[in-house]
């Protein structure tokens, strides 16, 4: 069974090309390549790259940040290890995080801690408040790799297996993605998808390193550019999978523009595409989306968090959305 959505909601597929960059436009790419030791249930480790892309009037390009962030997480799903590097070469070991949950009270233990890297609004500081989202959708890059009821039988026995129920939109009670358990259904609908970093440009997308074996990544796009008072954001957000064929699956992928008042930060419009999604329900989380029409685009990372709560977001929306509150920093660097 599955609940009802409107046929304009249904997801359009996933994006087979990146935008052309404009002239006097910044694009800030991320990607975070998600491995284990040994598999399931064993140290995750997250290795994340950011960059910050200014295209001038002109043409000509300048990398205004290059981020990396590396995680490990322990089969507990706490914070083993966590490192910032930058363009130049220079690393700091965050000990003050080491022993943190790595999804619930993540982000609190993040504003404690490094205050100054999330005012930064740096490439940095959006792979670090992925950290939660990454460790929670990893485990999806063995379904494409081993039998699902084995699968789910491994997860039970590691404690990986939940009651889902009111999560998020796409697991709101009679959803198909629940089980009668509340745990979550494998039955995901994916699509294959096109390594976008391949693109023709070769500044589209900073360096992506394609990982053998079983992984998963986490990608993001946001452009952004002014026409007189009026900013503009073009995005992406994709979750997906390396596949045994070499190829990908994508489970999760939003595209999203917004626009916003350059001089008081208001968010004016903002509009989102489901093009990948799990679950039938999954999309009904687009329809919550204008109630963040009027704030300003700092306080998107906190806000989203309470009005799109619980059935009333999709986890992975939220993160698309969230970001929108770097956009005015990148506005600066134009």
């Not at 006097?24 to 790419?29: A, D, E, L, V």
């Not at 930060?265 to 919550?288: F, K, M, Q, T, W």
């Not at 963040?292 to 709560?309: D, F, I, K, P, S």
Request: glycine share 8%.
């Amino acid at each position: 069974m599955s609940l009802p959505v409107d046929e304009h909601l249904v997801p359009t597929g996933p994006v087979d090309a990146t935008p052309p960059r404009r002239p006097g436009s910044i694009r800030r790419t991320t990607s975070i390549d998600m491995t284990w030791d040994d598999g399931l249930g064993t140290t995750l480790t997250l290795a994340g790259r950011g960059r910050d892309l200014l295209t001038e009037r002109d043409g000509s390009v300048n990398i205004v940040a290059d981020d990396r962030v590396a995680v490990t997480v322990t089969p507990e799903r706490r914070i083993e290890r966590l490192v910032l590097e930058d363009a130049a070469g220079r690393s700091r070991i965050v000990d003050e995080l080491a022993g943190a949950g790595a999804m619930g009270g993540f982000r609190n233990a993040v504003a404690e801690h490094l205050p100054d890297v999330l005012a930064e609004r740096s490439p940095s500081s959006l792979l670090i408040d992925d950290v939660p989202g990454a460790t929670l959708i990893s485990g999806f890059a063995f379904s494409r790799w081993k039998p699902i009821p084995l699968l789910v039988e491994s997860g039970r026995e590691a404690g990986l297996t939940r009651d889902m129920t009111g999560i998020c939109t796409g697991f709101q009670p009679g959803s198909s993605g629940l089980a009668p358990d509340g745990s979550s259904r494998w039955n995901h609908r994916t699509r294959p998808v096109r390594l976008l970093a391949e693109d023709a440009d070769p500044h589209a997308w900073h360096e992506i390193i394609e990982p053998a074996g079983i992984s998963m990544r986490r990608l993001r796009r946001i452009d952004v550019w002014t026409d007189g008072e009026r900013i503009h954001v073009d995005s992406m957000f994709q979750d997906s999978s390396t596949t045994p064929d070499g190829g990908r699956d994508a489970v999760h992928e939003y595209t999203l523009t917004a626009t916003a008042d350059r001089r008081t930060g208001e968010l004016l419009s903002v509009d989102a595409v489901p093009r990948v999604l799990p679950y039938a329900e999954c999309p009904l989380a687009v329809r919550n989306i204008d109630q963040l029409v009027g704030l300003r685009l700092e306080q998107l990372r906190r806000v989203v968090l309470e009005r799109l709560a619980g059935v009333a977001g999709c986890t992975h929306l939220n993160d698309a959305l969230r970001a929108l509150a770097d956009v005015s920093h990148l506005t600066h660097q134009l």
